[in-house]
């Protein structure tokens, strides 16, 4: 990411990505706090961090080297990739993102449409659902915020960290998820008793489609995130809505919600350990 200002700094990246050239920079983010200070030692280097350097340099230099340059050819087409625990790097076309997409959101209107008119689905209380479910999200989401800058800033070295890495900081990451975490399922389940567990996660799923179709025009590499999970939402939302007393009900909500645990569990691990891991 050039825009990141971390990337800037003690390397070539700026420079080359100032230039108009490709480029790209492995780093491992971390111990602001040790740098340039008598702590930032040869010890303080994690050598599983060096060995994850070395692979990946090996791996790029004898793929680039084992290619015949006459047949190289350029291409201005983007692919969408991301990697999938026990399966590996997962890549496809900008234009089948963006067509997953449009299909995730075709389909959560046909589902509310269809369970409408089954009656199975009151839009007063899917409009309900939608904004209780924004209103805890974003409560949440600036308590959790509001608890970090706070640890933050009572930190004795605060003025000089331009992104959070101080000891102990992993802890404290783990921590907030763990609690918000906990605190939005109960809020969510007190509110299903009130609005009714299909239209507050249809009113929910609204929301996800709203960033599915933003991400799928204006950052379509980022669209996985969105479009998957949305996907195995619109499933989990099929079963309540119509399939619930099924004996292979739960079976199926369990498996809606792999989409969305393959893809942020992985983002949330990375960016709990981020900070304490040694640069």
């Known amino acids: 990411n050039s825009d990141d200002e971390r990337l800037y700094h003690g390397s070539d990246f700026g420079v080359l990505a100032g230039s108009g050239l490709l480029s790209a920079e492995f780093e491992n983010s971390g111990s602001a706090t040790r740098q340039l200070t008598p702590r930032d030692t040869v010890e303080a280097i994690d050598p599983g961090i060096v060995q994850d350097h070395g692979e990946t340099m090996l791996t790029l230099a004898r793929h680039f080297g084992n290619l015949d340059l006459r047949e190289a050819h350029s291409s201005s087409e983007d692919l969408v990739f ?19 997409n449009a299909v995730a959101v075709v389909l959560l209107v046909v589902l509310i449409v269809a369970a409408r008119r089954r009656e199975d689905l009151a839009l007063t209380r899917l409009a309900w659902g939608a904004l209780a479910f924004f209103a805890v999200l974003l409560v949440g989401f600036g308590l959790s915020v509001g608890v970090w800058e706070l640890l933050l800033s009572s930190h004795p070295h605060a003025n000089a960290l331009t992104y959070p890495d101080f000891e102990g900081s992993t802890l404290a990451m783990v921590a907030i ?27 929910a799923l609204l929301w996800w489609a709203v960033a599915d179709l933003t991400l799928g025009l204006f950052a379509p ?10 996907l195995g939402g619109i499933v989990a939302l099929a079963v309540a809505a119509f399939f619930l007393r099924r ?18 569990i992985p983002l949330l691990v990375l960016q709990a350990q981020q900070p304490d891991d040694g640069a």
Not at 189 to 203: C, N, P
């Open 247 to 264: 004996a292979w009900a739960a079976t199926l909500l369990a498996l809606a919600s792999a989409p969305a645990l393959l893809l942020f």
């Open 221 to 230: 590499l980022s669209s996985p995130l969105a479009s998957w999970p949305l």
């Open 82 to 100: 991301y990697s999938v625990s026990g399966v590996g790097l997962v890549a496809y076309p900008t234009w089948l993102a963006r067509l997953l």
């Open 177 to 203: 998820y763990t609690v918000a975490t906990t605190a939005f399922i109960a809020i969510m389940y007190s509110l299903t008793r009130r609005l009714g567990a299909v239209e507050l996660a249809a009113g």
